[in-house]
């Protein structure tokens, strides 16, 4: 499960070339939470490379990153969007 702000997300496991969307700044990399890359390695330590590229294509960043970086918005098994369930902060937390 990772936390977004207030809410939290259930994750299922991540697979070679899901695309994922980065949740952190990666700034030694040059790359800004929320972009797009696509898992190239899994590691069995539940840490993956994820290559981050620009509109040509042509490889920005190679990065080792654990799943608690990242959520998978498409699943390449499926060639469809991934789906999570977000589960709602406790309503103290809004006030």
């Known amino acids: ?8 997300v259930v994750m299922a496991t991540s697979q070679l070339f899901d695309t994922v969307e980065l949740l952190v700044d990666l700034p030694e990399q040059g ?13 069995p330590d539940d840490t993956y490379e994820v290559e981050f590229t620009d509109e040509d294509g042509e490889t920005l960043a190679l990065c080792t990153l654990p799943s608690d970086r990242f959520i998978v918005v498409w699943r390449a098994e499926t060639k469809d969007r991934a789906t999570c369930a977000r589960i709602a902060p406790p309503m103290s937390q809004f006030c």
């Open 1 to 8: 499960m990772v936390r977004l702000g207030a809410e939290e």
């Open 31 to 43: 790359i800004c939470q929320g972009a797009l890359g696509a898992i190239v390695h899994c590691y």
